[in-house]
């Protein structure tokens, strides 16, 4: 199935930088959600958006959604262990599944 | 409230065996999903269910797999007879409404030998 990029594929920080990670697609969607899966676990819902150019924060997480609606950015101020984990993108068409991007793996080193 | 709940959390069988994932769903959650996750594949959506009716199964792989969702809190995901290229973590995820916002179950770790 289709699959949205995200880049990169892996980061590694140290503890109190920023970061930053993206997704594409070469579709239109009208919702972007970002999900954190820590090991061993499912993914859980950080931020959704639902309207082109929107910008939403949740504590040090910031997404928008991008202008032209195949894109979405992701942002973490001041990255603590416990953001260690891979971070998934998701779009969301006209159609009620989700498809979900290939995933930015976090390591934060103390 | 309990979150959605999946079980056997770990699965080891043969190939040939039959393999049934069972998953419960948030109560009052009108959509059910099932995924299957892979290091290659990544997160691949199987089927999905609206008010129990399968709307979409064409992320089912093949005829070995069957899903079914009897009423509005149990649903299975049914593999048989089981190949070694079905190993994976199958999550089953809900919803209220058409939003996206998806709550996923801890998934089910599939080792099929």
């Known amino acids: 199935g289709q699959q949205l990029n995200q880049s990169p594929q892996s980061m590694f920080i140290q503890e109190g930088e920023d970061v930053s990670m993206n997704c594409t697609s070469s579709?239109?969607?009208?919702?972007w959600l970002w999900y954190k899966q820590d090991p061993g676990e499912g993914p859980v819902l950080l931020i959704a958006?639902?309207?082109?150019?929107e910008l939403t924060s949740n504590g040090r997480l910031t997404a928008q959604f991008g202008i032209t609606r195949k894109d979405s950015f992701l942002n973490i101020s001041a990255s603590i262990p416990s953001d260690v984990g891979i971070y998934f993108c998701?779009?969301?068409?006209?159609?009620?599944?989700?498809?979900f991007g290939t995933g930015t793996r976090l390591q934060v080193t103390l | 409230d309990a979150g959605v709940i999946q079980s056997p959390r770990h699965e080891v069988t043969e190939m040939g065996q039959e393999v049934t994932l069972r998953c419960k769903p948030i109560?009052?959650?009108?959509?059910l999903f099932w995924y299957r996750q892979t290091m290659m594949r990544g997160l691949e959506l199987l089927i999905y269910?609206?008010?129990?009716?399968?709307?979409?199964d064409s992320g089912m792989p093949e005829d070995r797999f069957s899903a079914k969702m009897p009423n509005a809190s149990f649903s299975t995901l049914k593999i048989q007879p089981s190949e070694p290229r079905d190993s994976a973590v199958y999550f089953c995820?809900?919803?209220?409404?058409?939003?996206?916002?998806?709550?996923f179950g801890e998934g089910s770790r599939l080792t099929v030998l």
């Open positions: 995820a809900s919803s209220f409404g058409m939003a996206g916002e998806l709550f």
């Open positions: 579709s239109i969607f009208n919702t």
């Open positions: 958006l639902y309207k082109a150019g």
């Open positions: 998701a779009g969301q068409g006209t159609a009620s599944k989700l498809t």
């Open positions: 109560s009052g959650h009108d959509y």
């Open positions: 269910f609206n008010n129990n009716v399968p709307i979409d």
